[in-house]
Nanobody, 112 residues
Framework: VQLQASGGGLVQAGGSLRLSCAAS????????MGWYRQAPGKQRELVAT????????YGDSVKGRFTISRDNAKTNTVYLQMNSLTPEDTADYYC??????WGRGTLVTVSS
């Protein structure tokens, strides 16, 4: 299984971005899929996850601003809608499947 992330880029503070992550290959036993991020000099942290029954979990710093969703037609595709971005959201964003499969990071840069 491979994860393909897209949607990163440069945005001004207060703006929005939407990240996508699609899993290719045969996914057996889907449990959860989501996003983590890592800023320079910091540890990787939870952004948001969604499980097989649609239950979501968010990191404290993004609650109320970010929304994770799953494509109903493409069950192994998730989206992360990021609103009200701040420079503190600047990081490499990594897609994750079932806690064990990682995609390559996609860089999000928020300018002040």
């Amino acid at each position: 299984v491979q994860l393909q992330a897209s949607g990163g880029g440069l945005v001004q503070a207060g703006g929005s971005l939407r990240l996508s992550c699609a899993a290719s290959g045969t996914v057996i036993g889907f449990k959860s899929m989501g996003w983590y991020r890592q800023a320079p000099g910091k540890q990787r942290e939870l952004v948001a996850t969604i499980n097989n029954i649609g239950r979501t979990n968010y990191g404290d710093s993004v609650k109320g601003r970010f929304t994770i969703s799953r494509d109903n037609a493409k069950t192994n595709t998730v989206y992360l809608q990021m609103n009200s971005l701040t420079p503190e959201d600047t990081a490499d964003y990594y897609c994750n499947l079932n806690g064990g499969v990682w995609g390559r990071g996609t860089l999000v840069t928020v300018s002040s």
